[in-house]
C-alpha cells in the first residue's frame, strides 16, 4: 500500500510566550514491513530544525523559537510505502513459559513504568486471559494468549473519549471501563508483563477503515508483542485485529511518555490549546522528484516589543472606554 499522510498540528496560547523548545516523533520509521519514501516538516514561526535518532531509533526533529509569539504551527508530510502482514497468531509455534529468561535488550518491555501499573485487578484479568487460552495437558501457545487478551479487551471496555488524559494510569480504564487507543495500548501492555511476555508501545497512524475500525481520525496507538520465532509482531486492540498494511508506524517505546508526537515546554503565562488533524490517502503511484526529507517554514509571526506594548495601550484604552461607558 502507497499512502500520503498529512499530519497537521496548531498549538495557540492565549498570552504571548518565548523561548518554546519542542521535539516531535512524526517520521514514520524505516522497517522491514514499512518504507519511508518521503519527509517533509513545515514550522511556523521560522526556526531551524535538527533531527536525529533516540534510543529506539525513533526519527526526532527539535527546534527552537526564542521570539515572542502566540502560535506555533506544524505540518508533518509523509510518503510511505508498506507491505502485507498475514499474521496468523494461533500458527504461531511460540509457547508461553512464564519463567522465561529475556534477552537484556527485551528488558525494558518486561517492568511495570509510567501509565502501565500493577494492580490486584490487573493480575486478576491477566489470570482470566490465561485460564482462556489454557487447554488441559497441552502447553499454552503464546499466539492464542495475546488472542485471548485481544478478545477480554475487545469485550469488557468501551471506546470513549474525555474519559481519560495521555497521563492516565491504567487503574482509570479498569476502573471506568472505558477508554481511546492510548489506554486500550496501555492496558494490553500491562497484561503482558504481568504475564512476563514483552511487549512495547507503538505510535502512528491508520489509514481509514470506516467500516471497521475506531480511533482512525488522529494519531492511533497499538502493541507489539515479541514472538520468538518471528520477532515483534503488532496487534491493536483498540479494533481487536493484527496491524495491517494500512497501519504505519512512526515510534516505539516502553509506554506514550517515550513517544509523544510533540513534546516541549516554553517561558510565559499563556494557557495552550491544540488541534491535531491528520489526513492519508492512497496513492497509485510514486509521485516524482521526492525529497527524502526536507524542512520549510511557515507562515506564523513573531512580535517585537514594541508591537506588544501598542497593543496593551490598545487594550487599556478599550478598558478605560468600556467603564466610561458603564459609568454614564
Request: glycine letters at 6%.
Amino acid at each position: 500500500m502507497l499512502l500520503s499522510i498529512k499530519h497537521t498540528t496548531d498549538l495557540v496560547y492565549d498570552d504571548y510566550i518565548n523561548e518554546s523548545v519542542m521535539e516531535l516523533r512524526m517520521a514514520p520509521r524505516q522497517e522491514q514491513n514499512q518504507r519511508r519514501l518521503s519527509f517533509s516538516i513545515d514550522i511556523g514561526p521560522a526556526t531551524s530544525v535538527k533531527s536525529y535518532f533516540d534510543w529506539l531509533g525513533n526519527t526526532i526533529h527539535a527546534f527552537s523559537i526564542n521570539a515572542l509569539h502566540d502560535r506555533i504551527q506544524i505540518i508533518a508530510t509523509s510518503i510511505v510505502e508498506t507491505e502485507s502482514r498475514q499474521h496468523k497468531l494461533e500458527h504461531f509455534p511460540d509457547v508461553w513459559l512464564p519463567d522465561a529468561n529475556f534477552d537484556y535488550t527485551l528488558c525494558d518491555f518486561l517492568l511495570f513504568d509510567g501509565a502501565i501499573t500493577d494492580s490486584p485487578l490487573l493480575q486478576d484479568l491477566a489470570a482470566g486471559v490465561l485460564a482462556q487460552a489454557t487447554t488441559r495437558n497441552t502447553p499454552v501457545k503464546l499466539g492464542n494468549l495475546v488472542l485471548a487478551m485481544l478478545r477480554l479487551i475487545d469485550e469488557k471496555f468501551e471506546y470513549e473519549k474525555g474519559i481519560t488524559r495521555a497521563s492516565s494510569p491504567i487503574t482509570e480504564i479498569l476502573a471506568h471501563g472505558k477508554g481511546v487507543c492510548q489506554d486500550f495500548t496501555h492496558l494490553m501492555i500491562g497484561l503482558a508483563r504481568a504475564l512476563n511476555i514483552p511487549a512495547r508501545y507503538v505510535s502512528g497512524y491508520i489509514h481509514p477503515d470506516r467500516e471497521r475500525l475506531r480511533g482512525y481520525t488522529q494519531t492511533h496507538a497499538w502493541v507489539e508483542v515479541f514472538f520468538p520465532s518471528m520477532g515483534w509482531v503488532g496487534v491493536d486492540p483498540t479494533n481487536n485485529c493484527v496491524v495491517g498494511e494500512n497501519f504505519v508506524k512512526v515510534a516505539i517505546g516502553r509506554n506514550f511518555q517515550d513517544v509523544p508526537p510533540n513534546k516541549g515546554v516554553y517561558k510565559g503565562k499563556g494557557e495552550e490549546t491544540i488541534d491535531v488533524v491528520v489526513d492519508s490517502m492512497e496513492l497509485k503511484s510514486v509521485p516524482t522528484e521526492l525529497a527524502a526529507e526536507r524542512s520549510g517554514v511557515l507562515n506564523v509571526p513573531i512580535y517585537e516589543g514594541s508591537y506588544l506594548k501598542g497593543k496593551e495601550q490598545h487594550r487599556e484604552q478599550q478598558q478605560q472606554e468600556q467603564q466610561e461607558q458603564q459609568q454614564q
